[in-house]
């Protein structure tokens, strides 16, 4: 019997050291944060988990709220950096050229769901003001069209407060509220209206969830 796919155990162990060492208390004590839909995460397997962007706290608490490792597309300057670049790639990231389509971050995309990872998009593809989707582009749905592999929306509301444009410090008490959608099923094909549909659909959900706020 054949194995369900999963992370690497290396990066899985040192996602939970991560996690209950350092987001986990973060996110439920200087945040006061509150989780809803975790039980709606499949655990293993091929997962494109598409979410709203308003902060660089995001990615960690994504990761952290949904019980497993998630792969985040990290802009390439970062890997330029010795020992931040092989802890980020410890950690699933993965480079991306910002302002161009890359060929390179997709297969990337592809390489570690085909490895069971859990691979996070941020649907705008940027930081949003206020955590609402406004300009959704089509990458989370192509990704997930190509691996077959399904989606989860997940919402945050109130990251967009922890480090405001400006700020020099975070402000360790703002609210943080994540909500979990319901898994969608990968697009039927790759053709440029069916991923629209898909990632318009993955915006009205994840604007909906973040209308309920607290």
Known sequence: MTEPLREPWPNLVLYHLFKWSVVSPLLHGAFRGRIYGAER??????LVVVSNHASDFDPPIVSNCVGRPVAFMAKEELFRVPVLREAIRLYGAYPVKRGASDRA???ASLAVLAQGWACGVFLDGTR???????APKLGAALIAAKARAPLLPVCLWGTHAILPKGASW???FSPVTVRIGEVLPPPASTDRPELEAVSQ?????????HALGR
């Open 41 to 46: 995460v499949p655990t293993t397997g091929p």
């Open 105 to 107: 971050a997709l297969k």
């Open 128 to 134: 949003s003001p206020d955590g609402r989707v406004v």
């Open 170 to 172: 975070p402000r360790w």
């Open 201 to 209: 659909r993955c915006a009205a959900i994840l604007n909906e969830m």
